[in-house]
């Protein structure tokens, strides 16, 4: 499905290869666009998307920080989600709504140039594999390091703050590693590439705060109600690298890649070297309701009637 279909783009849909932008858009200089990742999944009673207004909202506030002012209310950028997947008649996708900056002034100075918006959906399986999700992965602590304090922003989910990313990720798989895991400017654990980090020691989970430079994702805060639901302890502390070589489990959140075991860092085997029960338990919570199993108690999915 990628590369076919219809993109929402400004307010219309247009075909896959016809939604254009020009070459000298402010976005294409200066990574100046803000993004997010929903994933809609085709359940017992039909295709839902999980956490649609969670994502809207996390969208709004990271054009916020970058004083880019959307044309579309709430409300009309989640019925444009809505209808992207409606109108590429998919069942299970993830879905890709977007803002940036468009063609105007070149320069840094970015307030002259129109701020765009889009959506876009297609098929996409786990995006580290599902057999992933039991085996769990390998990861390394990339040499690359999460931004210090006050130099940009890392609770926007914007497309520049995505090099970072993306030097961490060539990295880990050139090295034959399939994740990478930063740390922050203090040395304590950050996230992944793309993807909030957990421990387990003792029965109790850990996790960064945001102070560490992570990104406040959306799963990340759904395992947190999980968790609780289910009478797991869980913390948010800063945790010092050494702290996941002796975890009895460590496992990585995101959208794209769900919640996926590490059974191993930096060539080290984390606990029995795949998934813990606890791990295990938090996701089959996870994916019951995703997949409409048990009833959907949080209000998490919005239908596509």
């Known amino acids: 499905m990628f590369g076919k279909g219809k993109i929402w783009f400004e307010g219309k849909f247009v075909d896959w290869k016809k939604a254009n ?13 803000v993004f997010e990742g929903v994933r809609c999944y085709d359940t017992r009673q039909g295709p839902a998307i999980f956490r649609l207004e969670a994502h809207i909202d996390r969208l709004y506030d990271s054009a916020k920080i970058y004083r880019m002012d959307i044309p579309y209310t709430k409300k009309q950028f989640m019925d444009a ?7 590429n008649k998919l069942k299970s996708c993830y ?51 999460r931004p210090a304090p006050n130099t940009f922003p890392t609770l926007a989910k914007a497309g520049g703050n995505y090099l970072n990313s993306q030097l961490m990720k060539m990295e880990a798989v050139q090295d034959e590693f399939d ?39 959306i799963t990340r805060h759904s395992l947190f109600v999980l968790a609780r639901d289910l009478g797991v302890e869980i913390r948010q502390q800063v945790l010092p690298r050494e702290g996941l070589y002796i975890a009895d489990e460590v496992f990585l959140s995101g959208t794209a890649a769900e919640i996926v075991p590490v059974s191993r860092i930096d060539n080290i085997v984390i606990g029995n070297g795949k998934r813990g029960p606890v791990t295990e338990k938090i996701q089959k919570a996870f994916f019951d309701i995703i997949k409409g199993h048990t009833p959907d108690r949080f209000d998490w999915l919005t239908p596509i009637k």
């Open 179 to 217: 994740e990478a895991i930063a740390l922050d400017h203090y040395g304590y654990v950050s996230e992944g590439s793309g993807e909030n980090v957990f421990m387990v020691k003792n029965g109790v989970i850990f996790t960064p705060p945001t102070s560490s430079a992570i990104l406040a994702g």
């Open 21 to 33: 932008i020009h070459i000298l858009s402010h976005v294409v200089h200066y990574g100046s666009s």
């Open 81 to 87: 989600v809505v209808k992207t997947v409606k109108t």
């Open 95 to 145: 879905i890709r709504p977007f803002v940036f900056r468009g063609y105007g002034a070149m320069g840094l100075y970015p307030l002259k140039n129109p701020v765009l918006s889009a959506v876009a959906a297609w098929s996409w399986g786990s995006y580290l594999g599902e057999e992933s999700l039991e085996k769990g992965i390998s990861v390394r602590i990339s040499s690359w390091q």
